[in-house]
């Protein structure tokens, strides 16, 4: 099975502040998706990347995805209240059983 | 476009007993997955699905859980007999193809064994 490790596990900061979050793994994925999870929700899809070294930004996100496609960080500018949530990573196997494995995820709180 | 539906939304038993789950993914996705996900972290896959075939299981307790989708469509979870540590929500989740895309979740079945 393979294996993302996601760090912080936790991570409470002040409206305004900046901060990354970093998915790890020793396994090259085809792809890495990155999603938000609300209480009493499931996951949401915020992005996919796919080449290594690909940079991807959505508004005040910046998603990277490491040159050796074995590593991602989520980068948040500004952070807001509304940005509190779960955030997991999920890299997608190239094998012959394609699979989606989730990281352990970090809980994001922005306090106002 | 409806989203994947489970049900119920919560269930309580008690240790020992039997509960099952249902999911009915988007209308057309052939992938559909059932993940586990205790409190806080990140979902454990238990069992994916291509239509009606199984692509993975090695990480679902085979002595107590067991999962079908007939017809390649609606999919059931069961538990029997439950542990306390089963305790954790269920999600079901649908992709149009074998990996490679957007998984589209469900809300969940929060499941309390008490």
């Known amino acids: 099975t393979q294996l993302l490790e996601q760090s912080p596990q936790f991570l409470s900061i002040q409206e305004g502040e900046n901060l990354t979050v970093y998915c790890n793994s020793s396994s090259v994925f085809s792809s890495l998706q990155w999603y938000r999870q609300e209480p009493g929700e499931g996951p949401v899809l915020l992005v996919t990347v796919v080449t290594g070294g690909e940079v991807k930004k959505l508004k005040r996100l910046t998603f990277q995805f490491g040159d050796a496609r074995k590593d991602s960080s989520l980068h948040i500018t500004a952070a807001q209240p509304g940005d509190t949530g779960l955030y997991l990573c999920?890299?997608?196997?190239?094998?012959?059983?394609?699979?989606?494995?989730f990281g352990s995820g970090t809980q994001l709180t922005v306090l106002p | 476009e409806a989203g994947v539906a489970q049900s119920p939304r919560y269930k309580i038993i008690e240790k020992r007993q039997s509960v099952a789950f249902w999911c009915n993914p988007i209308?057309?996705?052939?992938?559909l997955y059932w993940y586990q996900q205790i409190l806080g972290q990140g979902p454990k896959l238990l069992i994916q699905f291509q239509n009606n075939g199984v692509v993975d299981d090695s990480q679902l307790p085979k002595d107590r859980f067991s999962a079908e989708r007939l017809k390649g469509v609606d999919s059931t979870l069961k538990i029997q007999p439950a542990k306390l540590e089963d305790s954790a929500v269920y999600l079901c989740?649908?992709?149009?193809?074998?990996?490679?895309?957007?998984?589209?979740f469900g809300q969940g079945t929060r499941l309390t064994v008490v």
């Open positions: 209308s057309g996705h052939a992938t």
């Open positions: 989740a649908s992709s149009p193809i074998t990996g490679g895309s957007e998984a589209f």
């Open positions: 999920a890299g997608d196997s190239s094998g012959s059983a394609r699979q989606l494995t």
